[in-house]
């Protein structure tokens, strides 16, 4: 045997030095869920070490993460059903929670990557994240709520928003609207290929935006579909899309290297919350090395070709490369 692979996996130094796929906190976009009040945590129960947090603590925390490499947060409103309405109002009130602890996070933190959520479900009675009329999601009588979210969160310093709600040409109607009103270097990061997924259920709960009635099908794309994600992103990037996201990311390895193959932009994963929660149960049974499948599973994750993932492992990652 002239050939023998084994060769060059027996010695660690070795298999440092040949390895194809490297992830580190320059990749990580860490989620942050933000709620109303002063000195306040709430535990996610299905979502291990992940926390609701009012502004103060957000800013403690984004402050640590920060001291251990992370930069970029995507930050996600946690809002009371007394604010919401069916017309998502509270998203563009610049006086609202959500918009004044933006404000806060680039003051202090002027060079923290802040990315924003575009979508009516956080704040929607209906929990939609579109304009429902006699039970039907409204796609352009949506666009223009988006809109306003969009400059109002563009008014507060961010340097990216994040159409998550997939309603039909919303990326080129968004980058119109923020280039008309000063906002050109105000980055768009589209929500491209989400699918209906199963896999969200710890975040719906986070934020208690579960649809109050059928589900996001009508929107969100269907699991078995591979050849329309270069649809959705052939679309998204001729409007104007900075980047490009797979949404969930392990079950959807395949659509990162299909968007990765085709398109010259960045392409965004995310590691959503109900992958994150099987491994820290699995881990906590003691059925798996929780921190060996963390590292794996964000491996995987790049090796198919993602430039940026979101992930809730972001602060035990960088702690874990520290340590």
């Not at 199963?198 to 589900?215: E, Q």
């Amino acid at each position: 045997m002239l050939r023998r692979p084994r060769r060059n996996r027996n010695h660690p130094v070795m298999r440092s030095l040949i390895r194809e796929t490297h992830v580190s906190t320059n990749d990580l976009v860490f989620p942050l869920f933000l709620m109303e009040g002063y000195n306040q945590k709430s535990a996610i129960a299905a979502m291990p070490g992940i926390y609701r947090l009012t502004t103060d603590l957000i800013l403690k925390e984004i402050e640590y993460c920060m001291s251990i490499g992370i930069r970029s947060f995507d930050i996600f409103p946690v809002v009371d059903d007394a604010h919401k309405d069916a017309q998502a109002t509270k998203s563009y009130q610049e006086d609202f929670f959500y918009l004044r602890a933006l404000r806060e996070i680039k003051v202090k933190f002027p060079d923290a990557h802040i990315i924003t959520d575009i979508a009516m479900d956080p704040y929607s009675s209906d929990g939609h994240d579109g304009l429902v009329s006699g039970g039907t999601i409204l796609n352009d009588a949506t666009l223009e709520i988006l809109g306003k979210m969009a400059l109002a969160q563009a008014a507060t310093g961010i340097d990216m928003i994040g159409p998550s709600d997939m309603m039909d040409g919303r990326v080129g109607y968004l980058r119109k609207l923020l280039d008309k009103n000063g906002y050109q270097d105000v980055g768009i990061m589209s929500y491209t290929a989400k699918y209906a997924s199963a896999f969200y259920g710890p975040f719906r709960d986070a934020l208690t935006s579960t649809p109050k009635f059928g589900d996001k099908k009508t929107y969100q794309m269907d699991p078995a579909n591979r050849k329309e994600a270069l649809l959705e992103a052939q679309l998204d990037y001729k409007e104007g899309a900075d980047v490009l996201m797979v949404k969930p990311a392990l079950a959807y390895l395949d659509i990162i290297s299909d968007l990765r193959d085709n398109f010259p932009v960045p392409i965004a994963a995310y590691n959503v919350s109900g992958e994150y929660a099987m491994i820290k149960a699995a881990s906590q049974k003691g059925w798996i090395d929780g921190f060996g499948a963390m590292l794996e599973t964000l491996t995987s994750i790049k090796r198919a070709g993602a430039d940026i993932i979101f992930t809730y492992f972001a602060k035990e990652f960088a702690e874990g490369q520290k340590g």
